[in-house]
C-alpha cells in the first residue's frame, strides 16, 4: 500500500483545514487508516484513527470535537476534517495503515501501522 497525504497548508487561528490520504491498491477496506502528528524536535503523537469499516473512531484528547475523520472506501481515501485550529497544532501530520483487526488494533502505537505516507505540513499562525 501507498499513501499519499495532502492538504496541508498555512492557516490563521481558528482556521480550518482538511487533509486527505489517498492510498494506492485494491485492499484499502481491509485497513485501519490513521493520522499522526509530528511537530520540530518532538516524537510522532497519535491524532486519529477510524476502522477499516468506518464504523468506529478514535482521537486524542487534545483534537476531541475539533477534528473528525472519515474515509471512502470507494475512493481508497481517509480524509480529516481540522476546525477551529490552534498554534499547538502546527505539526507535519502523517496518515497510516493498519491491517490488524479494529477491536485488536493500539490505535495510539505508531509500530501498530504497517505502512505511512510522506506527511503534509500543517502550520497554524496566531
Known amino acids: 500500500v501507498q499513501l499519499q497525504a495532502s492538504g496541508g497548508g498555512l492557516v490563521q487561528a481558528g482556521g480550518s483545514l482538511r487533509l486527505s490520504c489517498a492510498a494506492s491498491?485494491?485492499?484499502?477496506?481491509?485497513?485501519?487508516m490513521a493520522w499522526f502528528r509530528q511537530a520540530p524536535g518532538k516524537e510522532r503523537v497519535f491524532v486519529a484513527a477510524v476502522s477499516a469499516r468506518g464504523d468506529s473512531t478514535d482521537y486524542a484528547d487534545s483534537v476531541k470535537g475539533r477534528f473528525t475523520i472519515s474515509r471512502d472506501n470507494a475512493k481508497n481515501t481517509v480524509y480529516m476534517q481540522m476546525n477551529s485550529l490552534e498554534p499547538e497544532d502546527t505539526a507535519v501530520y502523517y496518515c497510516a495503515a493498519g491491517l490488524t483487526p479494529w477491536r485488536l488494533m493500539l490505535t495510539h502505537t505508531p509500530t501498530a501501522y504497517n505502512y505511512w505516507g510522506q506527511g503534509t505540513q500543517v502550520t497554524v499562525s496566531s
Open positions: 491498491g485494491r485492499t484499502f477496506s481491509s485497513y485501519v
